[in-house]
């Protein structure tokens, strides 16, 4: 079983930046692949970007291109999403999840194996 606790959102401007967090438990972090998935308030969950397992690769959602940074320390069992240049429509719950197996990058909600609790990121205008 594969916890994850993601950390780091808040109540921001429009403009600016934060980094949120993920915390993954057990010793084969560095297997998943990873991802981050946001859901707005009556909106269904969305992709936001995606990671292989060993950082090589990345892929990101057209809205977030060019603004979102994914990456990892599979050292210290953690995944990152940099979030600069923030929009209103950017304000979701962000969730990470982690998926048990796969040597490339996954967009799908059902790809993935494990989800963590979620974290805020509300933007103001």
């Known amino acids: 079983q594969v916890q994850l606790v993601e950390s780091g959102g808040g109540l921001v401007q429009a403009g600016d930046s934060l980094r949120l967090s993920c915390a993954a438990s057990?010793?084969?972090?560095?297997?998943?692949?990873m991802g981050w998935f946001r859901q707005a308030p009556g909106k269904e969950r969305e992709f936001v970007a995606a990671?292989?397992?060993?950082?090589?690769?990345?892929y990101y959602a057209d809205s977030v291109k060019g603004r979102f940074t994914i990456s990892r320390d599979n050292a210290k069992n953690t995944v990152y999403l940099q979030m600069n240049s923030l929009k209103p429509e950017d304000t979701a719950v962000y969730y990470c999840?982690?998926?048990?197996?796969?040597?490339?990058?996954?967009?799908?909600?059902?790809?993935?194996?494990?989800w963590g609790q979620g974290t805020q990121v509300t933007v103001s205008s």
């Open positions: 999840a982690a998926r048990y197996s796969g040597s490339y990058y996954y967009t799908s909600e059902a790809q993935y194996d494990y």
């Open positions: 057990g010793r084969t972090f560095s297997s998943y692949p």
């Open positions: 990671i292989m397992r060993s950082g090589g690769n990345t």
